[in-house]
């Protein structure tokens, strides 16, 4: 039964994970993010669902667990915040090159280093480009509400599941730590091992007699395969970028200018957007809910139909912004604001931006 | 003596020995000499006659026995270095019925994934892990390993291992003896056929603890040589293992059904 509750982004979550079916959530505590285990240990799941949740000693140990429990055709997720993301970039690498579905949160906070416990989306570099070794990206998805935080649990195991590839919910310490209403979803039941069997014939649940042994591996010591199978994620990434994009666009219609932003900068932006129209100043929101694939499709269309500029902003020093100029290529004029380090920009301090480096620029 | 053709001596009555069907068609990727080729075998021949092919999953690790998976012949997944008992932990933990084992050198188990080792031993994961401890980095060429003697040469220790500049070898089979999660835990070698037999038992042990539920790790150490590395004859490679590896690694059991020996 669908269930009306107010909850952190990070309860909402984990609570989601349940829901969604999942086998498995390996973890290790950080700030702020530790609510979701927090959440799932004091919930029980074993008990209402079967699904094991265990704190493990380490994020590198973590994202191993799900690597293995994913290679076993289990539905995995873990969670964790940007210096913890960090260690599991090698396991989510071997997780991309083996192909496995696997789900995982990053509430990020400020960096570099051990930084500071507040938001941040300074982690969109590593989320996008690829965070660990090799040639492979992962499906990103970014919510601007607790509501997104539960419900991109449930579409991320989906993409997961449907590409073979990690998908990232790149979270914040706003969305992560603020309470909203939330709609849960009605529980999707976990499968069955004979389900798995029968839907998963790449993961390694033992060999059958009469059946192809099945393994687990990113290695191939021979460079023509391996490009072979480069060649196969690259197609993978393509699909990906041609059939999953998914963006919001709100008061774009009769906007002269857009602000480009994503999870919390996008419900701040909203609010610039408002004061703004109110000083009669004609702008829109193209919210990013895909980081990877990035609408660089539609982005581009719209400066081809008299935007006359993009105001990306982040709280970041710029990184988002520069696929906004990859996908504007230099037919509008592109500029980024954004506080960084902890600090969360005011919607006052957006439209200033706007102002002066769109309008006035 | 009249000529004897093969016809005359591939007749069932006249087989000794057959390799286990677990064992892959494949050519080992091992130095001639090496004990790794022996160690497979015989954990696929207990696997094979513990009937447990079917629900047993294997994890090969980073090192010489990167590419366990293309000679055992069963489930696999590769681990990334160090990373093996966190793998073996998610398998088992979503699949408990399943028999779950890892299988990795000293630096891989020793040094690098120390931490994945002693936690997986401490919350007394039901897996078995087996151990190869040839004292030195095989793969990469022959460089110092954590389980690297006091004097031994290697690549990165050129004029032997100094215990002031470069540490002391780790005896981590004694260290997870002492947690409470290990049930099991023994060194043996596979340089003689009396030892290959004695490993064989201990491995067998070990998956029957884990087949049976028996609480914790069970944890085979094999101590085995490395000529390549060593740079000696497999021959003298062993003579040398017996003179200053096993004083310092002795054989036997350390721990046996939950308790110390």
Same mark, same amino acid.
């Given at each position: 039964m669908s269930e009306l509750k107010l909850m952190k982004g990070n309860e909402a979550l984990a609570e989601a994970a349940i829901r969604a079916g999942a086998d498995a959530y390996f973890g290790y505590p950080i700030t702020p993010q530790s609510e979701v285990i927090e959440y799932l240990m004091a919930e029980k799941p074993h008990e209402r669902t079967g699904m094991v949740v265990l704190q493990a000693e380490s994020e590198i140990a973590a994202i191993n667990m799900v690597y293995g429990a994913a290679g076993a055709g289990k539905k995995v997720m873990t969670s964790s915040s940007s210096p913890g993301i960090s260690l599991k970039q090698e396991g989510i690498s071997y997780i991309a090159g083996a192909e496995l579905p696997c789900l995982y949160a990053n509430v990020v906070r400020g960096g570099? $280093?051990? /930084?500071?416990i507040q938001p941040s989306q300074a982690d969109y570099f590593q989320s996008t480009k $690829?965070? /660990?070794?090799?040639?492979y990206r992962q499906i990103v998805l970014a919510p601007a509400s607790v509501q997104e935080m539960a419900d991109f649990v449930k579409d991320g195991f989906e993409l997961a599941f449907k590409y073979r590839i990690p998908v990232l919910i790149l979270s914040d310490g706003v969305i992560g730590q603020m309470m909203e209403k939330v709609e849960l979803f009605d529980p999707i039941p976990r499968l069955t091992d004979a389900e798995i069997n029968e839907k998963y014939p790449?993961?390694?649940t033992g060999k059958k007699s009469g059946t192809e042994r099945r393994i687990i591996t990113s290695?191939?010591?021979?460079s023509h395969k391996m490009e072979e199978h480069n060649h196969k994620l690259q197609a993978k990434y393509k699909e990906i970028t041609e059939k999953e994009v998914r963006y919001e666009l709100i008061d774009?219609?009769?906007?002269e200018y857009v602000i480009v932003a994503y999870g919390s900068s996008a419900r701040i932006a909203q609010k610039a957007v408002r004061l703004a129209r109110a000083k009669g100043i004609k702008v829109g929101l193209f919210r990013l809910i895909t980081l990877f694939p990035f609408p660089s499709v539609k982005m581009h269309e719209m400066c081809g139909k008299g935007i006359k500029g993009f105001l990306a902003v982040e709280?970041?020093?710029?990184?988002m912004v520069e696929d906004v100029r990859l996908a504007v290529n230099g037919c509008s004029k592109v500029a980024h604001f954004g506080r960084y380090g902890g600090i969360v920009h005011t919607p006052e301090e957006v439209l200033e931006a706007l102002e002066q480096k769109i309008i006035g620029g | 003596m009249a000529d004897i053709t093969l016809d005359q001596i591939i007749k069932p009555e006249n087989l000794v020995y057959t390799k286990t069907?677990?064992?892959?068609?494949k050519v080992l990727?091992?130095?001639?000499?090496?004990g790794h080729g022996t160690a497979h075998r015989i954990t696929m021949e207990v696997i094979e006659e513990l009937g447990l092919e079917e629900q047993t999953i294997g994890i090969a690790p980073v090192?010489?026995?990167?590419?366990?998976y293309e000679f055992m012949n069963i489930d696999m997944q590769q681990a990334a270095h160090g990373r093996a008992p966190a793998v073996a932990t998610g398998i088992k933990r979503v699949w408990p019925d399943k028999i779950v084992f890892s299988y990795q050198g000293d630096g891989d188990l020793?040094?690098?994934?120390t931490n994945e080792t002693i936690h997986a031993c401490n919350r007394g994961e039901n897996i078995v892990i087996i151990f190869i401890n040839n004292?030195?980095?095989?793969?990469?060429?022959g460089q110092m390993a954590p389980t690297t003697l006091i004097g031994m040469k290697s690549?990165?220790?050129?004029f032997g291992r100094d215990a002031q500049r470069m540490g002391n070898p780790l005896k981590i089979t004694e260290l997870v003896a002492q947690?409470?999660?290990?049930y099991f835990v023994t060194r043996q070698a596979v340089h003689t056929p009396a030892n290959v037999r004695k490993t064989k038992r201990a491995i067998k042990k070990a998956f029957e603890n884990q087949r049976d539920g028996k609480p914790g790790v069970s944890f085979v150490e094999i101590v085995s040589n490395c000529n390549s590395g060593w740079k000696m004859t497999p021959r003298d490679a062993n003579t040398w293992m017996e003179e200053n590896m096993f004083p310092f690694y002795?054989?036997?059991?350390?721990?046996?059904d939950g308790k110390l020996v």
């Open positions: 570099p $280093g051990l /930084g500071t $690829g965070g /660990g070794h090799g040639d790449w993961a390694t290695l191939d010591l021979d774009c219609d009769d906007a709280m970041s020093s710029g990184q | 069907k677990l064992m892959t068609d990727s091992y130095c001639p000499g090496c090192g010489c026995s990167v590419l366990a020793a040094a690098i994934g004292g030195i980095y095989g793969m990469t060429g690549s990165t220790s050129p947690l409470p999660g290990t002795p054989l036997g059991d350390i721990k046996v």
